[in-house]
Every structure is written in C-alpha cells, then in structure tokens.
C-alpha cells in the first residue's frame, strides 16, 4: 500500500514551534478521524503519541497536539525540547488497513 | 504495567518461513486487538497483521496470503508466521497492541525483532 507522505525533516530552535504535515487521500485522512502519530527515537521503539487526529494518550506532554483538514493531518509540537529530536510517524486507517504509515519526518533541534 | 516481548530466529533462509511470538504481560490476551508491524534497516514502519483471540487474522494486502497470525490465550501470546521469506523480508519485527476500548492508536510495543533473511 502507498504511504501517506510527510516531509522528510522538520528543524527549529528550542521553545519554537513546529509542524510536521501528514498528506493522505479522500480514502484514508479525508475520510476518517482515525489518525495517530508515532515518536521514534534512534534504535528505540515507537511511541504512540497523539491518536484518533488529537486525543493524547495518558502521560504525554500537552505540547503536543494534532489535527486535519481535509485529506492533510498535521502534528504540532510546541515549546519544542532536545528530547523532541527524534523520528515522526503518522498513520492513518484506509480501505480495511487499520494502520498505513507516512514516510516519517527526522525533527532536529537548531 | 502493559509489557510485550518478542522472541524468534535471528537469522531465517531465502523461500523458507518466519515464526515469531510475542509475549504478552500485564493485559489479557482475550481482550484488545493484536497486531504485527515491521521496519526494515534504515525505513519507515510496515503494518503487517492483526488479529483479535477469536476471529482471523487480518493483514495487509501486502502481503497476500504470506502471512497469518494466531492467539494462545493459555500462554497469553500471539504468533506471526510469515512464508515463503526473501531479503525484502530483513527488518525489525514489533508486535503492538491496539487496545479494546480507548482509540484506534497502539499503545504498547514490543522491544522489536531484528530477523534478517540471508543463506
């Protein structure tokens, strides 16, 4: 199955904030809220971070938050941290596949 | 506290078939949806399978009819097998749970599996 597509890297200064986008199709994001997006350290697993567009699993910080409009998800982190820099996934649910992942997004620290 | 493990080869030969089980500590094995997802060196992440403790195993079309999932609930783990292995199948393997109520996120994985496919 084809990715969604996210930009490859994403950069700023601590305390800013930034957007990663999570570009899909009127099968997948345009058409259900079940997105969720991934924070993937170096050699580390996947952490789930946001699901269902924005809700915030228990114990993650609220400078994250999501969002979508029409066929794009977008994951917003603000006050942005050293412990930020990591790998990005979003995912989202499209034709009977609960989970198709984007091209993931490498967040670095100016 | 929620703790998956897998556990299988390391190494597996070209055309032959990939097992791996996953350990489940901390949640029922009956409840939730259990799933596989993978990462090939360097990549993004690949769903590959769920399945729930009753029903079939759903996986991606990817996949064709390479794959199948199954569920022990007297062991509390699940299974992956995956036939029929070339290099394209070298990644780290996780299992993930999607929990039963609560979002269509996975909450939990496992520590990942590296399986590389190579005589």
């Known amino acids: 199955q084809s990715a969604l597509t996210q930009p490859a890297s994403v950069s700023g200064s601590p305390g800013q904030s930034i957007t990663i986008s999570c570009t899909g199709t009127s099968s997948d994001i345009g058409i259900y809220n079940y997105v969720s997006w991934y924070q993937q350290h170096p050699g580390k697993t996947p952490r789930l971070i946001l699901y269902d567009v924005g809700v915030r699993p228990s114990g993650i910080s609220d400078r994250f938050s999501g969002s979508k409009s029409g066929n794009t998800a977008s994951l917003t982190i603000s006050g942005l941290q050293a412990e930020d820099e990591a790998d990005y996934y979003c995912s989202s649910y499209r034709d009977d596949i609960p989970y198709v992942f984007g091209t993931g997004t490498t967040v670095t620290l100016l | 506290q929620v703790q998956l493990q897998e556990s299988g080869p390391g190494l597996v030969n070209p055309s032959e078939t990939l097992s791996l089980t996953c350990a489940v500590s901390?949640?029922?094995?009956?409840?939730?949806?259990w799933n596989w997802v993978r990462q090939a060196p360097g990549k993004g992440l690949e769903w590959i399978a769920y399945r729930r403790h009753i029903g079939t195993t759903h996986g991606s079309p990817s996949f064709k009819s390479r794959i199948a999932m199954s569920v022990d609930t007297s062991t509390n783990q699940f299974s992956l097998t995956l036939t029929s292995v070339t290099a394209a199948d070298t990644a780290i393997y996780f299992c993930?749970?999607?929990?039963?109520?609560?979002?269509?996120?996975?909450?939990?994985w496992g520590q990942g599996i590296l399986v590389t496919v190579s005589s």
């Open positions: 901390g949640a029922s094995i009956s409840s939730h949806y």
């Open positions: 993930a749970r999607r929990p039963a109520l609560g979002g269509t996120g996975l909450d939990h």
